[in-house]
């Protein structure tokens, strides 16, 4: 073997070290990308869930708040009604 098919040997040997290192970083740069894409769907469906049941939850207090409001003014209206409250002159316990 000449020194001269040494050196070709040689370049070629350096020529697929540069392919392949070329292909395994655009392997490792299209895992990264579809790994950080994959991260941001997970990230925005948990943050849909978040509001999903923040949304849920808001809507459960103003019912429940409003249901307590309704028992509030019945049981005024009851009382004022035992009570002759609010009829005016046709109190008949007056």
């Known amino acids: 073997m000449t020194d001269e098919t040494k050196k070709q040997g040689g370049g070629y ?12 970083g655009t392997v490792g740069k299209g895992v990264g990308g579809a790994t950080n894409t ?3 769907t997970v990230s925005g ?3 849909n869930v978040g509001d999903a049941v923040t949304g849920v939850t ?9 249901l307590g409001g309704n ?7 009851a009382g ?15």
């Open 13 to 24: 040997l350096s020529s697929a070290g540069n392919v392949l290192s070329g292909v395994t």
């Open 38 to 40: 994959l991260g941001n």
């Open 45 to 47: 469906l948990g943050k």
């Open 58 to 66: 808001g809507t459960l207090g103003g019912t429940t708040k409003g």
């Open 71 to 77: 028992v509030q003014d019945t049981s005024k209206n």
């Open 80 to 94: 004022d009604a035992v009570t002759g409250k609010g009829k005016g002159d046709s109190n008949p316990l007056a």
